[in-house]
Every structure is written in C-alpha cells, then in structure tokens.
C-alpha cells in the first residue's frame, strides 16, 4: 500500500476517535446538567397578605379586601404581613453603623408592630382599619399605610372627604344616658334663654330647638369603637362629624347655651342631615333659635316644676 494512502486512513483514523471524544463528552454534559435540573428544589415560597382590589385613602378595609398569595422566601420584605409560617428576613441586616441612626427606633416599632400580626389570622386583625396610602390590587399589605382604631391619625384617615370632626361636652343627662356610641346617629338641641315679647314688655323664657340633625358619632371620649361587652358608654366629650358649615353652627351654639346629643334610630340614619333649614337664625348675636314673635303660634310652653322655681320653657314645633 502506498504512503499516500496510510497517512490518509490514519488521519481518518484519528478523526473519528476525536469526533467520538467530543460526542461522549457532549453526552455527559447534557446528563449532568439534566441531573442538576432534577435534583435542584423549587424556590420555597410564604403566604403574603395582599389587596385584593385597589384601595384609596380614607377606605374601611373588609376581610373581602384582601387575600394570602403565595410570595418567593428570597423576595420578603421586613414590612410584609405573612401567615407567619415563614420567618421574615431582620431589618438592617447591612453591616452596623457607628452611630445608629435617629429612625432605628421607628423601624423597629414597625417591624415589631409587623411581627406581632404575622399569623393566619392577620386578615381579621386588620379588618376595620382605615387606608391612609393608596394600594393597588395585589400589592403586599404594609401596616404603614393603614390606621387601625385608636392609632393616631385614624380619625383623619376615617373622615369622608370634605368633612370635619368636632368635640362637644356631654354627660350622662345630655348624651342618652350613656347609649349613645361611636357608630350612632344623633341631632344636636341648643337650649338658652331668650327675651320673649308679652304685651307692653318682655319676659325671659327658656328656648329649646334642633338645630343640627342626624350627625354620625365619631367617638366618645378617646374611644373610636363601640366596647363589645359594654351597651354603654359615659363620656365627657362626643366627636361628631360635620362639615365646614356645620363646625361653625356648632361652634356658636355652644358658645350660646347648653347642648344636647339625641339618639336617632337606625331606621332615620338616611334622612337628611346637618343644619334644619329655620330652625336657627345666625347673625351678630350667633345662633338663635328662631323663636316666635310671640309664645304662642308655633311655640309650646311647658311648666317645670323644681322645687320652688318653676321655670317655663319654650319649646319649638
């Protein structure tokens, strides 16, 4: 055989034990990153609440609000409220400063504040809270953008847009007895004493009138919720939600005499409300109720006997 044709079968040769290599190889490649694949776990993942429709500030979340979805372990944030099955990662886990930082105090609040709802039940905690920030439908729930009742800020956070909330005295005698709680409905007499012409002069007659009507109790005292176990509540202090005109109706009734809270029935809760047309005159001498010419007309008189006062009052129809 010539040289010729040695060299070129020996080259063959060599070629296809090298094509031979690389194909074995090739083949043990494939089956160890096959294996890789098999063998690596899914990414664990946590039950994160999070809201189930947007919610804009001043909303009353429901437990229909939000909703657990499953959130990637590697992805929690500190501020996130899980189900707590899953430990969240520490806030601040950066190597320490020399100083610690003013806010390491509130962060801390917030993450304990976190911590302490993370439980299957966190849901129903925060059901009842009011929206201060916007959150968008499946966005993780964050405890910073809620006020939950007694919190600071949650009065602002509950007031309807283009409302206000004022505090008027009350007592036993002039809030029902104490049956009047947050969550009620109530109209607002003003009581004072007025001159009332009789014949040729004028007499004193004490004058009571509505003048203010099915206004929503905001709370008694520091209390925004009605205490489960308790059907009454004795407070100093009612916070009444009015508007801007209503404020100041308010504001110079109480300045002209004593003020009374009535329980409305739940039954009269859409009727219409705030300042009765009539019922009070406003002008340099503040808020008068429109008491007639005389006490006769539309007025009724009623006789009090208390031991030797007897005093009349006026009561308006």
């Not at 729930?141 to 009065?155: D, M, P, W």
Request: proline content about 7%; overall charge negative; charged content about 20%.
């Amino acid at each position: 055989m010539k040289p010729a044709k040695i060299a070129v079968i020996c080259v063959a040769a060599l070629a296809a034990v090298g094509l031979a290599l690389v194909v074995r190889s090739m083949g043990a490649s494939d089956d160890k990153k096959a294996a890789t694949e098999v063998s690596a776990p899914a990414a664990a993942t946590a039950k994160v609440l999070v809201a189930a429709v947007d919610l804009n500030p001043g909303r009353v979340l429901t437990a229909e609000d939000m909703a657990w979805k499953d959130w990637p372990v590697a992805d929690l944030h500190p501020a996130f409220v899980t189900d707590g099955s899953v430990p969240l990662p520490s806030a601040g886990t950066e190597a320490p400063a020399a100083e610690p930082k003013k806010e390491d105090g509130a962060v801390t609040k917030v993450v304990d504040a976190v911590t302490s709802l993370n439980t299957p039940t966190a849901r129903d905690h925060l059901a009842g809270s009011v929206v201060r920030e916007s959150i968008l439908a499946g966005e993780p729930i964050q405890t910073r953008k809620l006020v939950r009742a007694g919190e600071s800020g949650y009065l602002a956070a509950f007031l309807d847009p283009g409302m206000r909330a004022m505090s008027i005295p009350v007592s036993a005698d002039t809030a029902a007895g104490g049956f009047i709680l947050p969550g009620d409905r109530v109209d607002v007499l003003l009581t004072r004493e007025v001159d009332v012409p009789s014949g040729d002069d004028t007499v004193k007659r004490t004058v009571t009138a509505t003048v203010l009507q099915n206004l929503k109790v905001l709370a008694v005292d520091q209390a925004t919720q009605a205490p489960t176990e308790e059907k009454a509540v004795v407070g100093a202090t009612a916070t009444l939600e009015v508007n801007t005109r209503d404020a100041e109706t308010l504001a110079l009734a109480r300045a002209q005499g004593d003020l009374t809270i009535v329980l409305r029935s739940y039954a009269d809760a859409g009727g219409p409300r705030g300042l009765i047309p009539g019922a009070v005159r406003r002008g340099e001498g503040g808020v008068r109720p429109a008491v007639p010419a005389s006490a006769g007309g539309d007025a009724r008189s009623v006789r009090i006997f208390r031991g030797d006062a007897t005093p009349e009052v006026v009561v308006l129809q």
